[in-house]
């Protein structure tokens, strides 16, 4: 691994800024390696996008921006639409069930296509954790950071009485993406 | 106000990411203005040392690092060695009680020295408020958000239950500031 370059994006409220903080933190503090968390606010977050970038890194990050991730999750159409084009080739990307994909970006990239947010409402049980069940499909797609990194920084994060909740929230993504990791 | 780069550095647990997050979405989702939030994790993470940088202007940020900022909160000796040097000439330091600051320093930029841990602690009844006190404060000295812009952030981010404790710790820190405000 030398340097990946990661977006979370979607809408206010799903958790999008302290999922990218938990996965810097998964990275940097529990799995050795440098990470970069960055939240770019213009007038897109007052109509309620929101955007969370994380670079990690085995070596030190002189460079902190993103100008072509290696990994896109865009938890809605908007996002989808408005960083899909930058992705890198051959590079993934996550998008929650129902975001379409422009068909020509489909053909250089690894697209996920993932129920994240009905996992999160009806089989976590808590729409809130639709951040975690992302974390859970990322990482157990790319393994960007190992299960067990992501598992302590989530924990750490969390508000005290969620632990449980957000733990099963973490198993039903990384579940949910075992069970697509065959069918784009 | 154009561009405002502000430095808030302590240590794990004293909530200097979420104070940092909280400052930027005062100010662009209830202030309109835009901003940027950063973290970079190194090694210094695993040691225990967190650092939060927030760039603040009434104009698109093209460039979101710091070099020199002209805000530095410091909640610990080895956060205002660290970063003391490289605030701007005429910059201001706020620093915890008991930290130290090189004498040369003091000459080029104004230091407010307030007991934010003791104030988090022993006024408000809780350690992990010190973030909370930190951001009254340092709104209340630099006035680079509004205190209304504050309160909204905050209480978006706090866990739910603990908003009355967050708005007293806010107002403490606000008091603390006013009161300290002509002596350096």
Redesign the interface.
Known sequence: MKRSEIIISGSGGQGV?LGG?IL??A???YD?L??????????E??GGASKSEVIISDK??HF??IEHPDILVALTQEAARKYGGAVKSRGIMIVDAGVEIDEALGSSIRVYRLPIAKTATEVVGKEMTINMVTLGALVAITGIVSEQALEKAALARV??GTEELNKKALAEGSTLAGSHKHRA
Do not use: K, W
Request: charged fraction near 20%.
């Open positions: 800024v903080i810097a933190e990275a940097a503090i050795d440098n990470a970069t968390h960055n939240q770019s606010y213009g007038p977050a007052r030190t990050i902190p921006e508000p005290e």
